[in-house]
């Protein structure tokens, strides 16, 4: 079956960097579109960013702009969220998902087919 498992969360002092890890089994993972979401407490899981299949193509909510940046490896079925100058507000937990081929808009919760369980970020002040 279809596994998505993340790594790389942490708990880390605002300014400071994690990245985090997505290793998938199961799938033709570079026939899929990746993308990462979060959830802070209380709140809607959220867009995050995304990658096209060939990883030619990256999307960030504006609020990662600039200082999150998502990657991939095809030959390692993984893709990677590199994030820099955390803030507290970015304390949530991160999900990995795939959609297979891609999305006319990467940014929507219902366009992922595959969900990871997800790994906590948290960022003290």
């Known amino acids: 079956q279809v596994q998505l498992v993340e790594s790389g969360g942490g708990l880390v002092q605002a300014g400071g960097s994690l990245r985090l890890s997505c290793a998938a089994s199961?799938?033709?993972?570079?026939?899929?579109?990746m993308g990462w979401f979060r959830r802070a407490p209380g709140a809607e899981r959220e867009f995050v960013s995304a990658?096209?299949?060939?990883?030619?193509?990256?999307y960030y909510a504006d609020s990662v702009k600039g200082r999150f940046t998502i990657s991939r490896d095809n030959a390692k079925s993984t893709v990677y969220l590199q994030m820099n100058s955390l803030k507290p507000e970015d304390t949530a937990v991160y999900y990995c998902?795939?959609?297979?081929?891609?999305?006319?808009?990467?940014?929507?919760?219902?366009?992922?087919?595959?969900w990871g369980q997800g790994t906590q970020v948290t960022v003290s002040s």
């Open positions: 199961g799938l033709s993972f570079s026939s899929y579109a």
């Open positions: 998902a795939a959609v297979f081929g891609g999305s006319a808009d990467p940014s929507l919760r219902h366009e992922y087919r595959y």
């Open positions: 990658i096209s299949w060939r990883g030619g193509n990256t």
